[in-house]
C-alpha cells in the first residue's frame, strides 16, 4: 500500500508540474512566437498608446460614430454575458421594441423611409459576449448616412471606409460577414486628422 501511495504521489506532482506547469509555458511561448498580436488580445495602438482591440467593441456616444450592437454589459470585458431572453417573454419584447424605438431615432433623420421593418437584427439583439465588435453590413451601410452628414465626409468616402473594414466568412461560407465598429471608428477619426 506504501508503493502505491508513493507512486500516486509522484504521479500527481508529475502531472501538475507537466500539465499545470510546462505545457501553459510552451503554448504561451508558441503563440507569442506565431502569433504574438492575437496571443496579447489583438490591440490596436495609436501614437503608441492601446485604444482598444479588434476583438472588443467600445461604447460610442453621439451621432459620428458608428454604434455596435447593443450590450447588457455595458461593453465592460470583464463583465461579459448574454441576456438569456426567450421569444415568448415580455421583457424580450419591451427590450426589442425600445432598442428598435432608440435606432429609428437615431437613424431617421438620415433615412426618411426607414421603418421598424428594415432595421437589421444584429441592431436590436445583444451578442452572446455583449462586447462584440462586428455589425452587420446592413447595418453599417444604414448607420452610413448620419456618419457622413454629421462629420461632413463624402458618403463613398463612408462606404469605402465600411468595406474596408468588412470580414469575409469565415472559409469563405460560414457565417456571415461583419463589419468592426471599432476599426471603423478608429479609421474615421484617422480621416478626421
Known sequence: MKKTLISSVVAVVVFTL??????????????????????????????GKVVGSKLLAQKTTGPRWFHPRPSQTGYDPAATFFSNRGPNQRSAKAFYDAQAARYLRRERPYNRDLTVADIPIDAVTTSGSGVDPLISRDNAEIQARRVAAVRNIPLDRVKQLIDDHTSGRFLGFVGESGVNVTELNLALDTEAR
Open 18 to 47: 507537466l500539465l499545470g506547469l510546462a505545457y501553459p509555458l510552451v503554448m504561451t511561448g508558441i503563440g507569442q512566437v506565431a502569433f504574438p498580436g492575437n496571443a496579447n488580445g489583438s490591440q490596436i495602438e495609436r501614437d
